[in-house]
């Protein structure tokens, strides 16, 4: 007798990232962001958040650590990276003790780490900041999203626009319509959005090297602010 083989085909679903560039078209490019943040995710099968703190290098090396939040309380500390000296290695289980127990960055130094233990609370203040503000960024399932542009504005390198989506109040996400091909506006960007996104404002830090960018951007994001409250 002949036998039937089950074949089973298997799937694969590909993960889209949160920037992305668009091909230039006329000279323009067009970047999106869209809050949270993209070293937030989400724990598999519960509603805990796991943030990546930034990497701090220190006299003994690069220090970063790892917090899972369940909402704003701190449920676990986990070492990314970490200096290869034993003071270290003694040090850490009680920093991150001291971090359960203080439910933030303002934690004692351990003695003979002090190294470690300043780029420990360092790293952990960058990931519980990342946590509010993905935190707060966050649209209720309710709101509903309002998308303004704002004008465009001829600068120098080129043109600039912005394209605004709020949730309610709330900045939810910021798209370049159109901006100068260049280098240093490719690079300025996201930082002028993840600015935007943090301050919920026009009110950011010009980037270095693309000062004509970040003029040209904050006169649009502004406009499409003032546009909201009319």
Known sequence: MKRAIPILVLSVAGLIPVWRYEPSIGGTSTTEAVAPAPSTSAAPGSSSQV???????????PVQVEVTFDGEKITAVKMLQQPNHPQTTAAVPKLITETLQAQSADIDTVSGATITTEGYKESLQAAIDQNATAASAS???????????????????????????????????????????????????PKLIAQTLQAQSADID?????????????????????????
């Open 139 to 189: 649209p209720s399932p309710a709101s509903a999203n309002e998308v303004v542009a704002g004008p465009t504005v001829d600068t120098e390198k080129g043109p600039v626009q912005v394209e605004v989506t709020f949730a309610g109040d709330r900045i939810g996400s910021v798209r370049m319509l159109q901006q100068p091909n260049h280098p240093q506006t490719t690079a300025a960007v």
């Open 206 to 230: 010009t980037v270095s090297g693309a000062t004509i960018t970040s003029d040209g951007y904050r006169e649009s994001l502004q406009a499409a602010l003032d546009a909201k409250g009319a």
């Open 51 to 61: 943030v990546a703190g930034t990497t701090v290098n220190t006299e003994k090396g």
